[in-house]
C-alpha cells in the first residue's frame, strides 16, 4: 500500500500585503495593538490612489486622516505626501498652500477678487469648496514642487 502525499503550499501574499509588512516593519505597527487604519495605512492607500491616477481620492484621504496618535516621521510623511499630491493635481491652477499650525494645511486656487476656493484639505475643519478670504490667511505662499512650511 503505497500513500499518496500532497504538498499544500500556503497562497502567496499579494505585493499590497507585502508593502503593509513593510510600512509596519518601518512604523513599528503591529496590527494587534493599531487598528486597521493608521495613518501609515491612510498614507499608503493614498500613494496607491496616486499611482492609479485618482489624485481627487487621493487627497479625500488625508481631508480626515487623524494624525494626533502618529509618529513624527509618519507626520512628516503625511505632509510630504499631501503637498506632493497637491502640487501633481494643482500645478497649472496657480495654487497657494496655507498651513495654520502643525499637521494643518490647505490648498486653495484664486477665484474672484480676493477670494479662494479650498481644493484640497489635510488636518482642517474646511473641506473642499470652501470659499475664503485672502486678506484674512497668514502665511499663504505658492504651492511649489520640495517647497517646505
Given amino acids: 500500500m503505497t500513500a499518496a502525499t500532497t504538498t ?7 505585493l499590497e500585503e507585502l508593502v503593509d509588512r513593510i510600512i509596519d516593519a518601518i ?3 503591529d496590527e494587534r495593538v493599531q487598528p ?3 495613518p501609515a495605512r491612510s498614507i499608503h492607500e493614498a500613494r496607491r490612489l496616486r499611482q492609479t491616477g485618482d489624485l481627487d481620492r487621493a487627497l479625500a484621504v488625508f481631508a480626515d486622516l487623524d494624525l494626533s496618535e502618529a509618529t513624527e516621521g509618519e507626520r512628516r ?3 510630504a ?9 494643482f500645478r497649472d491652477e496657480a495654487a497657494l498652500v496655507y498651513s495654520p ?3 494643518r494645511a490647505a490648498v486653495m486656487t484664486p477665484r474672484d477678487g480676493d477670494l479662494l476656493d479650498v481644493r484640497a484639505v489635510r ?12 486678506r484674512s490667511l497668514r502665511g499663504l ?3 511649489m514642487k520640495g517647497a517646505a512650511p
Fill in 141 to 143: 505662499r505658492p504651492l
Fill in 81 to 89: 505626501e499631501f503637498l506632493d499630491l497637491a502640487w501633481r493635481r
Fill in 36 to 38: 486597521i487604519t493608521s
Fill in 27 to 29: 512604523f513599528g505597527l
Fill in 101 to 103: 499650525g502643525p499637521n
Fill in 8 to 14: 499544500m503550499t500556503a497562497p502567496r501574499p499579494t
Fill in 123 to 134: 488636518g482642517m475643519r474646511w473641506r473642499s469648496g470652501k470659499v475664503v478670504s485672502r
Fill in 77 to 79: 510623511w503625511a505632509h
